[in-house]
């Protein structure tokens, strides 16, 4: 099977150990993985702001990268929500006000084609046990694009169950919101950090070592509350989890300083 890395901009510029995993776990699984160079933002930022026409030659342009591709895969909620969700909202718009129905049909041909990374994995290649050894207490964050808009369910919680050496703790409160939310912590600073004090309070509540999540956004405003407070607790994204195996694991200790994941963002 071939598939398509749809890295994000996040991981590209803040967390490339991610896009590695991806690489890593996947390759292990049996999947040809192809990085497509073409692709950048998928029009996320500007849709969100009301920028609804900048968002178009985005969805243009990321059409266009993964054409021909059976599968596109990406290790992120909130992109893959956004290209299922909002491109063919967009194409509709276009089409209604009289710009073609050209956006309307790259949306069609790309959205059933699009798979988040806990989905390709249970849906696709039919596993929940990919052979990873994790040897850590980890609690997860279900991230509410992942949870609301895609419906993931429990798949990242069945694939993190079968991970050998690793204690899953439930995360009181999981269902709410961490507070990050995109512009929203842009705009609301205040209500975003007092949210995510609550959600990093709950985690430290259940003794783990490491708190996970699939979105990367999420654990780096979630990451940098726990950072500027001094707790060992660290974030990691769960494609990083699932490529570790005991004949090769992580390449540093999760639960040491790892600059990647340090206050990435201010």
Known sequence: MRAALFVTCVNDALYPRTGIAVVRLLERLGVQVDFPAAQSCCGQPQYNTGYRHEAEPLLRRTAAAFAGYDHVVTPSGSCAAMVREHYPRIGRRAAEEGRGGELAELAGDLVPRVHELTEFLVDVLGVTDVGACFPHTVTYHPSCHGLRSLGLGERPRR????????????????????????????????????????????????????????????????????????????TLHLAEILAATEEDPLEEDPLKEDPLKEDPLP
């Open 159 to 234: 694939l993190l169950a079968a991970v050998k050496g690793l204690e899953l703790v439930e995360l009181p409160g999981a269902e709410e919101c961490c507070g990050f939310g995109g512009t929203f912590a842009v705009k609301n600073p205040d209500v975003s950090a007092a949210m995510g004090t609550d959600k990093t309070a709950a985690a430290r509540a259940t003794g783990a070592e490491v708190l996970c999540g699939a979105d990367n956004s999420c654990l780096a405003h979630l990451g940098g509350i726990l950072h500027r407070a001094g707790d060992p607790m660290r």
